[in-house]
Every structure is written in C-alpha cells, then in structure tokens.
C-alpha cells in the first residue's frame, strides 16, 4: 500500500500487466528490493536483488545512468514504494513501483523462477501463510510434506484435522473404530449430520478432501493396540494425541518414544483442557508426568461428565497450533510445559513439567528395548484397570 | 492463607468450589487441613498409607513438588497449591 500522500515525492505506480510488458519490450531494468531469503524462493527473471536498506548504496553500481527506466518490486508494494523514493531523491528520472509486488506478480499467473515447487493454484491457496516470513513457500512446502496421525477424530481430533487440513498438512491420517452419533456433533464439526453412523475416519475424509484436495487421508478404521500401534505410526513424523482412555494414551506414549516420534497430547474434560507437547528425549514423555494413571472410578470420561464443545474445539485447535510449529520448526512448542486451560474462567495456567530421572521409558535407567521386543507391550488395560502402582 | 486449586474431578467433593482455602506451612499441612475441611478429597489424594497417590500430581505455584521437598515443601500465605490428576478425555 502506499503511504499518506505527506510525501513530497509521488511514485508512479504501474501493474504487473505492465511491468512484464514493459520488460518484455526491453529497455526496463528491473530491481528487486526484497531479503535474500525471498529472492531465493522465487523471484522475477531478469530482476536485480538489492535489499532495502543497502539501497541508496548500490543503486548507482547496479543503475548508473539516472535515466535509465527502473521498476521497482517487492513482496506486495510496500518496501519498493518507498525504494522509488529514495531513488527519486538520488535524482533517478525515470522510475515506477510495481503495486502488489510479485505475489500480485504470481497471482495474475505471470512467471517466476523459483527453487521451489508449489503449483499456481497452491500458491494462491496458501497465500497468506506464504505472506509469513516464519512460513513462506519453504514452510509450505514443509507442511505439504508433513504426515501427522490423528488419534482420535472426535472432540480434540476433529478441530485439530480441519485446521491442519486446510494449512495443507500433506498426509494425515486418522486412528478411529467408532461411527458418527448423533451426540458427537455437538463438538466433533468435522462430521456432520447426514453421516450418523458412517465410519468416523470415512466421514472426516470426506469432508478433508472436499476442504483440501492437497491432503492425502489415511484411514486407520480400527482399535489401536499393542500388536498394531508400530506400524501404524512408524511412517508419521508427529502424533496428536486426543485418546479417550488411559490404556491408549500410555501405549501411544511408550510405543512414541521408543520410534522417537513427537506427540501432541490434550485431554478435555467438563471445562478444561490440558495441553502438553512430548519430544521424546528432548523433553519429559507422558509417563514423566503422570507415571501411573488413576483407578477407573476416579477417571471420569466426557461420555459420563460431559465437555463443552468450543472448549474441546479451542484444545483441539493448541493441538494443531503446536503441529504446525513442529513441522515448522519455529516458535516455542509446549514442550516441558503443560498449559491448564479453564474455559469457565477463561484463564490460562502453565506449569512446568520435567524429564523424570527414574521414568521408566524414557529415564536414564530404563531398560534398553532389544529388537526382538520392540513390538511386545506389557497389558496396558490391566495397568490402567485399578492395578496401580503394581 | 494459602490456596489450592480443585481439579474438575475432585470439584463434587468440595461443594463445586475450584479453589478454596487451606491453612498450612507445607503442601502436606495444607492438603491435610483441605481433606479435614472436605473428607470426600482423601481417597484420591492419599493411599491408604497415608502417602500422596502417584497418580495425583501436585504442584506448588508453576513446579511439581516431586521435584521440590515433596509434602515438605514449605508454602507460603500467597503461594497457591495445585492439584492435578491425569485426564483422559478426548476423541473417540
């Protein structure tokens, strides 16, 4: 966008229709004023990369005759308008800002070379994370190449699989035996209510393939367990964890951290929500903080306490939040942290949570897991079945 | 006084309330003192041994007190005891 009209130098300002003719013609030189980093991902063939604030400096090498037609571009028109000024006030005669910079440039399908692969149509549907310099095509790029497993696409995982989803997260799949109820849909919004009794996996595919034509589904249409659960997540770069039940949530936990695998794990209940992110020897693992887990009758669930749907949509959302940024590798994930949120109150509280020196998976001393047991689990339903502390 | 802070599942037991009131110079006077005011609490606070469960985590302000002094960890008027036991509740 251009600035207040306080400037004593007005700009010409000129489409990219006009720029790309204006090239094509010859005559023209083109200077990008971006970051190296952008002009890396793509930039216009021909164009010269000068930075904004060596500008003023550089310009007379790359233009020394302050005749010569310059057209000045950036990302969206803001950095190379006020580039035209200065080169105005060095007494440049002759130069034009392109509006809208080269995402305008792309939008309108004008060519590009880039060391990078995203389609036309990616780049417009990803436009505003690309717009993020935490993000970019690199990081899109990076998103369509992510697998993540769901598991679970109910409360926590139906909110989590639309989001990443439509942030184009390449390959999710979904671990899921249960079918679409009528009393699901009160928070579960990635099935709706012409799909009662479908396969929950079936029914959030179709509504992730109709969002996202990007996204690969995988349907996991059974019960995890012991036997299965290697397979299942030994192709998947990160897991969300949003099971409904302590045996689940303690076999996903040893069975992550024996393939190293990050997992994202939330629990709702009534009001709250917990949120916490486990890299597995980077951090502490779900049995570092809950080493044992509680007799039955003092684990309610949601099915008997009932949840509120936004509460379990907000978690579900954290959850995709912290996903994006693993994939990313930006920002600072829950790890080491455990983020307590009551949705009554509307307050959030962290609290600490450190690698347990005597945690039997994931401690100093836990036993190496030798090949041949790799797949073996002890019985996870006695362990959560009131045998505590056994 | 310092205060602590009712999880979900404990709230039937103390008439709803999420946090209340309790005397005490270490976090075992105060959750003692809580579970005289609320008897209801000890079974999912205390093994019958009278230790704290193992599936019961409580912290003191943002650090768990396993890896303070435990019950002896010393609180302070303002400070606010946390009571936090595993939730499950999810997807399916």
């Given at each position: 966008m251009a600035p207040e009209a306080t400037e004593t130098q007005t700009v010409e300002e000129i489409t990219p229709q006009e720029a790309f003719t204006e090239l094509d013609a010859g005559g023209a030189k083109l200077i990008d004023t971006r970051e190296p980093y952008e002009y890396e991902e793509s930039h216009i063939e021909g164009s010269e990369l000068i930075p904004?604030?060596?500008?003023?400096?550089?310009?007379?090498?790359?233009?020394?005759?302050?005749?010569?037609?310059?057209?000045?571009?950036?990302?969206?028109?803001?950095?190379?308008?006020?580039?035209?000024?200065?080169?105005?006030?060095?007494?440049?005669?002759?130069?034009?800002?392109?509006?809208?910079?080269?995402?305008?440039w792309e939008a309108q399908g004008l060519p590009v070379e880039s060391n990078v692969n995203l389609t036309p149509a990616q780049r417009d549907r990803y436009s505003r994370h690309i717009l993020l310099p935490e993000v970019g095509?690199?990081?899109?790029?990076?998103?369509?190449?992510?697998?993540?497993?769901?598991?679970?696409?109910?409360?926590?995982?139906?909110?989590?699989?639309?989001?990443?989803?439509?942030?184009?997260?390449?390959?999710?799949?979904?671990?899921?035996?249960?079918?679409?109820?009528a009393s699901n849909l009160q928070r579960q919004v990635i099935h709706n209510t012409s799909r009662i009794g479908e396969p929950k996996t079936a029914s959030a595919r179709q509504t992730i393939e109709e969002l996202n034509p990007d996204v690969n589904v995988i349907?996991?249409?059974?019960?995890?367990?012991?036997?299965?659960?290697?397979?299942?997540?030994?192709d998947y770069d990160i897991i969300v964890d949003?099971?409904?039940?302590?045996?689940?949530?303690?076999?996903?936990?040893?069975?992550?951290?024996?393939?190293?695998?990050?997992?994202?794990?939330?629990?709702?209940?009534?009001?709250?929500?917990?949120?916490?992110?486990?890299?597995?020897?980077?951090?502490?693992?779900?049995?570092?903080?809950?080493?044992?887990?509680?007799p039955p009758e003092l684990a309610p669930s949601c099915s008997a306490n009932g949840v509120l749907g936004a509460m379990a949509g907000q978690m579900g959302l954290?959850?995709?939040?912290?996903?994006?940024?693993?994939?990313?590798?930006?920002?600072?994930?829950?790890?080491?942290?455990?983020l307590l949120y009551d949705a009554l109150g509307t307050r959030f509280t962290e609290l600490k949570v450190r690698r347990?020196?005597?945690?039997p998976i994931c401690g100093p001393n836990a036993p190496e897991v030798p090949e041949s047991e790799m797949g073996k689990f002890p019985d996870y339903e006695a362990f959560c079945g009131g045998h505590v502390g056994s | 006084?310092?205060?602590?802070?009712?999880?979900?599942?404990?709230?039937?037991?103390?008439?709803?309330?999420?946090?209340?009131?309790?005397?005490?110079?270490?976090?075992?006077?105060?959750?003692?003192?809580?579970?005289?005011?609320?008897?209801?609490?000890?079974?999912?606070?205390?093994?019958?041994?009278?230790e704290l469960n193992r599936f019961v985590n409580v912290y003191l302000n943002d650090e768990d007190v396993r890896v303070l002094d435990g019950l002896e960890t010393a609180v302070g008027d303002t400070d606010t005891v946390m009571i936090l036991p595993a939730m499950a509740g999810g997807s399916f």
């Open positions: 904004p604030g060596v500008i003023a400096d550089r310009i007379l090498t790359a233009v020394p005759d302050k005749s010569q037609r310059v057209i000045l571009q950036c990302r969206s028109g803001a950095r190379s308008y006020d580039a035209a000024v200065v080169l105005k006030s060095l007494g440049y005669e002759d130069v034009a800002s392109m509006a809208g910079g080269i995402l305008e095509v690199e990081g899109q790029i990076k998103m369509l190449e992510a697998k993540v497993l769901l598991l679970g696409a109910g409360g926590l995982g139906a909110p989590t699989a639309l989001y990443l989803a439509a942030a184009g997260i390449g390959t999710i799949g979904l671990v899921d035996d249960d079918v679409v109820d349907e996991h249409n059974f019960h995890l367990n012991a036997e299965n659960i290697l397979d299942v997540i030994k949003g099971a409904d039940n302590f045996p689940v949530r303690y076999l996903m936990n040893d069975a992550s951290v024996r393939l190293k695998k990050p997992v994202v794990s939330a629990s709702i209940l009534s009001f709250d929500g917990q949120i916490s992110t486990f890299v597995p020897y980077e951090g502490p693992c779900y049995r570092c903080l809950y080493p044992t887990p509680p954290l959850q995709a939040n912290e996903v994006l940024k693993l994939v990313l590798g930006i920002g600072e994930p829950l790890i080491g942290r455990l347990d020196p005597e945690c | 006084m310092p205060s602590v802070k009712i999880p979900p599942v404990l709230r039937k037991h103390t008439g709803d309330a999420t946090e209340v009131d309790a005397a005490g110079s270490t976090v075992g006077e105060v959750l003692n003192n809580l579970v005289v005011a609320y008897p209801d609490t000890k079974e999912q606070l205390f093994s019958g041994e009278g």
